[in-house]
């Protein structure tokens, strides 16, 4: 995190809660971060820095504000107009990720473990090299590449340098740069990210930024081609956006029990029955929850007439003398979000 | 019995050496009839050749003991690297599932590295009770002794363990032993017979600098100036991460050389890449913690400097030893500032739980919200194990009092007018010495860098740049162009 990072998370037209963007940046669920992290349209970035410090943050924010790029009131960090421009400079200036999103139904940190490993292994066997320092990996990644080495053993060599050159094509020649030195191989070390970070004066921010969006966009020409050499590593790192709890809890109200029933059942607190609801409303789409249950129509009717304007600048307020909770108001942003 | 010759011909066949190097042989014949064996070898002298070929002759299991994770996780690749598979080490890295997989398929292993927490765990033990130990091998064996630079009290049930195993054939390891402490490893393995095979701790081909500075920024002039000046590749110790990362920071800007940090902090993916790098000359000076280069076997590493005071003279002798593994003049330099003791102290004594904090965890019921806390952890170690608060208390004092004289020898080395040389090998209690012609700064104060054949007159390695990934991926794959 950095204040140039910082700048590309704010809002040109809005204040935002630093916290909610830290939460966020760290990998918190809470519903509240989860909302706001897609009102804001960063849910891309959930969990991006898990080992981001309140103090990484603080510094960040202080540097923008001393800068005059940033002015903080309430805790919710509004852009100056020298912020706006030096943001929209950056636009094209600074590296700007296209894919990092797919971050939420693929374990991209395994996926890059995995490509490591497949790399070095493929780089000494087409040296024919069988004596060499393994890369350390988690037993599941080791399997997975034996499983994936046996079955593509015969023309390896040149189908996973194919792959990668094609993916190189794709992407910015920096980013290919960076990408293709933070490889290991056959007398080959690689470097660190923070040792070409160094070398090339790309901030240490900025070459994260590079090394997990192009991941991200490999990941997802990989998913993409049923064919791609890279294919067999995949299929057990895709995962739901929606944690396995929230999940269970929207299958039981599919299947038609009332929230005290699931709540009793599944022995969870009836706010957290609502929360698992919310989280399921915000990753997926419209059509996956029965939102005319949730929210009858007579009280959208309600909700459409009362609650006007900008959705953020709805206040529970104007509906709270219905016979309504305060999730069923969550809940009609998030619907309403959705059919923007 | 096992033939002499038997040894030779996987010697030969595994490693594709001719001849053994000092101790090995003497260990392994001593195994071979049945003797337990307090083994006493410098640092890169193979100690891990011994059990391991002793496995492989014997085709029995064996199993490590062994006191860090990176340290286990280096052998293991190194072993890897010299075609072994059946190896692994059981740690808490591992996944749950990983974890049990690995302990109902122990007969596919030949080679288990465990940590002595792991043996405490029941579950764990029951299952290597089940085989067949052919060899069980205490390695960092001075870790079981409170007289000894890393005592660790998980070593104490190291005896009683062994009993349990069925009291198989033991291997005692560790580079860095005074008398007392060799006495004190035999009798709490509970093997006052095993016999002792030494190897004379002095390195010779080592050249014994010490300098004293005035200030920090004398100092770091004088790091800079020498890790220019010195023949390449290096090694520079630091007492904490920070200073390392920045040392490294300013070598690379100050020097020609490339230099990086290694350290704990390091994840996996960058201590593969640096230590990659380092076996490759890409980078040629390493500003370490004293963990490092535990596993790494680079031969030809001509000068260790330390730029903090160690906290003993096991830690200090043990550190450079990383140096001339090859036999090939190289230099140790200990650059000291007066009042460098204290942060050696604080560090010394910086592990051993005060009054208030031996009292605090006493108290506590649970330990779970402490678990983080290393100090936490050896004080419900000695509760567990049914000591009194008064009792563990004087323990603590008397580690403490342990230390400090630890440190007291330390800065003694650093103070002798007399043969530095002569005072490490007299510490170790080995009274027999030659002196090398260039011994040390006290007996050849005016000895020159360029006198020992280690000034540097290589070109400074040119800066080239990146190169592109199309490079990259002809380098990696073999690309024909
Ligand atoms: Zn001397």
Redesign the pocket.
Same mark, same amino acid.
């Given at each position: 995190m950095n204040e140039t990072q910082l700048i590309q998370l704010l809002s040109p037209t809005s204040p935002r809660r630093i916290r909610v963007i830290e939460n966020l940046l760290v990998g918190k669920r809470s519903v509240s971060t989860l909302y706001w992290g897609m009102r804001y349209g960063l849910l891309d970035w959930l969990g991006y820095q898990k080992h981001l410090t309140r103090q990484e943050m603080e510094t960040a924010v202080n540097d923008a504000a001393a800068k005059g790029l940033v002015t903080v009131t309430d805790l919710q960090a509004s852009l100056t107009p020298s912020g706006i421009t030096l943001r929209q400079a950056n636009l094209s200036r600074q590296y700007q990720p296209k894919a990092l999103g797919i971050r939420l139904t693929v374990d991209i940190p395994h996926f890059w473990q995995r490509l490591l490993l497949a790399v070095q292994v493929v780089s000494e066997y087409s040296y024919h090299n069988r004596q060499y320092y393994p890369l350390r990996a988690d037993y599941r990644d080791k399997q997975a590449i034996k499983r994936w080495f046996s079955a593509n053993k015969s023309d390896v060599t040149t189908r996973l340098p194919d792959a990668l050159i094609t993916f190189f094509k794709t992407q910015p020649e920096p980013a290919a740069d960076l990408f293709s030195h933070l490889l290991t191989g056959h007398n080959t070390p690689g470097y660190t990210l923070s040792q070409l970070a160094a070398q090339t004066e790309l901030s240490a921010t900025t070459g994260q930024l590079m090394q997990t969006d192009a991941l991200c966009q490999l990941a997802e020409q990989v998913l993409e081609d049923d064919q791609h050499v890279l294919r067999l590593l995949m299929h057990d790192l895709q995962q739901s956006p929606v944690s396995d709890s929230a999940m269970a809890t929207l299958t039981a109200f599919q299947r038609g029990q009332s929230f005290d029933q699931i709540s009793h059942q599944r022995k969870l607190k009836p706010s957290t029955v609502r929360e698992h609801l919310l989280e399921a409303a915000i990753f997926l789409p419209v059509s996956a929850l029965p939102y005319d249950r949730l929210l009858p129509a007579d009280l959208q009717r309600t909700f459409q007439t009362r609650l006007t304007g900008a959705i953020d600048d709805w206040q529970y307020d104007t509906v709270s003398d219905l016979d309504i909770e305060f999730w069923q108001f969550r809940l009609y942003a998030i619907l309403r979000s959705k059919q923007v | 019995m096992i033939a002499e010759t038997t040894f030779y011909q996987q010697l030969k066949q595994r490693y594709g050496f001719e001849s053994f190097r000092p101790g090995q042989l003497e260990t392994l014949t001593a195994l071979a009839t049945g003797q337990d064996v307090l083994s006493i070898m410098p640092t890169g002298a193979g100690k891990s050749l011994i059990y391991e070929l002793y496995g492989q002759v014997t085709q029995q299991l064996v199993v490590i003991v062994s006191p860090l994770i990176a340290l286990m996780q280096d052998q293991v690749a190194s072993m890897n690297y010299h075609g072994e598979k059946r190896v692994t080490a059981l740690t808490s890295m591992m996944s749950y599932s990983e974890k049990a997989w690995t302990l109902t398929h122990l007969n596919k292993y030949r080679y288990l590295f465990v940590s002595p927490e792991m043996l405490t765990q029941e579950r764990v033990m029951a299952q290597l009770q089940q085989q067949k130990v052919g060899l069980f091998v205490v390695d960092e064996a001075h870790c079981i002794s409170t007289w000894g630079p890393d005592f660790r009290p998980e070593y104490l049930l190291l005896g009683q363990t062994r009993e349990q195993l069925g009291a198989p054939l033991t291997l005692m390891l560790t580079a860095t032993a005074t008398p007392r402490v060799k006495k004190d490893i035999k009798r709490r393995m509970r093997l006052p017979a095993a016999s002792v095979v030494t190897q004379p701790i002095d390195r010779p081909n080592i050249y014994?600098q010490v300098e004293t500075v005035a200030g920090t920024a004398e100092k770091q002039q004088r790091l800079i100036a020498l890790v220019s000046q010195l023949v390449k590749p290096g090694v520079v110790y630091f007492s904490s991460k920070k200073l390392a990362n920045e040392m490294a920071a300013l070598i690379n800007d100050q020097t020609a050389c490339r230099a990086a940090a290694y350290h704990a902090d390091l994840e996996d993916e960058s201590r593969f890449k640096i230590q990659q790098q380092f076996m490759a000359n890409q980078i040629q000076v390493v500003c370490a913690t004293s963990a490092f280069g535990m596993g790494i076997d680079k031969n030809d590493v001509r000068f260790v400097i330390h730029y903090h005071l160690p906290v003993d003279i096991e830690s200090y002798w043990q550190e450079v030893g990383r140096a001339g593994r090859d036999g090939a003049q190289s230099i140790a330099i200990l650059l000291y500032q007066p009042g460098d003791e204290q942060i050696a102290d604080f560090l010394s004594q910086g592990s051993i739980p005060t009054d208030e904090e031996v009292h605090f965890y006493f108290q506590q019921k649970q330990l779970s919200e402490y678990d983080k806390d290393p100090k936490a952890n050896l004080v419900w170690f000695y509760k567990r194990h049914a000591m009194s608060e008064a009792q563990v208390l004087e323990l603590f004092k008397k580690r403490a009092a342990q230390r400090t004289g630890a440190l007291q020898q330390m800065l003694r080395y650093v103070r002798t007018e007399n +043969?530095? /040389? /002569?005072f490490i090998t007299g510490y170790f209690g080995q009274a027999h010495m030659t002196?090398p012609e260039q +011994? +040390?700064t006290?007996?050849?104060p005016g000895t020159t860098i360029a006198e020992l054949g280690l000034e540097s007159t290589a070109q400074p390695p040119e800066n080239v740049g990146l190169s592109g990934w199309q490079t990259v991926m002809d380098q990696l794959f073999l690309r024909k162009k």
């Open positions: - | 014994l +043969c530095k /040389r /002569r002196q +011994c +040390c006290s007996d050849t």
